[in-house]
């Protein structure tokens, strides 16, 4: 990558970064050509692959800096100095609405690369995802504690059934077409919290 595009006005860098965002989430990656991503960021084709060398690049780029931008958010927002679990989810949702709001493809694209099977580019992302997902799960495990829960509860595979049931609500609401009202959606996730406390939490005496 060439190093002059994180020269470029942070506007123009949205810009060319929701582009990719936008096609990549459309097609399979094989069925992406940069001339629509340059056309879509109101740039030249030459100019794009002045930036990015290839498909390749600006595909791994994109998938970096979603994840980039994730962390970031988080991290406004909080996240990781919450005092439970469902706290910091509920951070992390206002966080992930907020940036919906500004690269409003980037959910879908992140699920479009997860499960891309082009050999190009699928054993990268893979191997990227689990490192981010098994930090992100170990930072969230060492906050619980067993004695809140129900008796005999597995809270990894609870994790991880709260987590890909996030991940289908953030793919759900990419997929409406419609403008994001970040009040309904936020009372949305609060419902499904509460329901997980319901199920999950142990019942005081």
């Known amino acids: 990558m060439n190093e002059k595009f994180y020269t470029l006005p942070s506007e123009k860098q949205q810009r ?3 582009a990719g965002f936008r ?36 595909y791994l780029f994109l998938w970096d800096k979603a994840a980039d931008l994730t962390i970031e958010y988080l991290t406004l927002w909080h996240c990781y100095e919450a005092e439970n679990l469902f706290e910091m989810m ?38 990227s995802y689990q490192l981010h997902f098994n930090r992100k799960a170990t930072n969230a495990l060492m906050r619980l504690n067993p004695d809140d829960f129900i008796p005999g509860l597995d809270l990894r595979m609870m994790h991880r ?18 403008t994001l ?16 406390k319901n199920v999950y939490l142990r019942k005081e005496p």
Not at 38 to 45: D, H, L, P, T, V
Not at 161 to 178: H, P
């Open 16 to 18: 060319i970064t929701n």
């Open 23 to 58: 096609i990549f989430s459309q097609n399979s990656y094989k069925k992406s050509p940069m001339q629509e991503i340059a056309n879509e960021a109101g740039i030249s084709k030459s100019l794009l692959f002045h930036y990015f060398q290839n498909k390749k690049e600006l």
């Open 90 to 127: 509920e951070r992390g949702m206002h966080a992930k609405i907020q940036l919906m709001c500004i690269y409003p493809d980037m959910a879908a694209f992140a699920m479009k690369a997860f499960y891309e099977k082009d050999p190009a580019i699928c054993g990268e992302i893979q191997k």
């Open 161 to 178: 059934q709260m987590y890909l049931m996030s991940v289908g609500y953030m793919w759900e609401i990419s997929q409406r077409g419609e």
């Open 181 to 196: 009202d970040a009040e309904i959606l936020m009372k949305d996730f609060s419902e499904m919290l509460s329901f997980w």
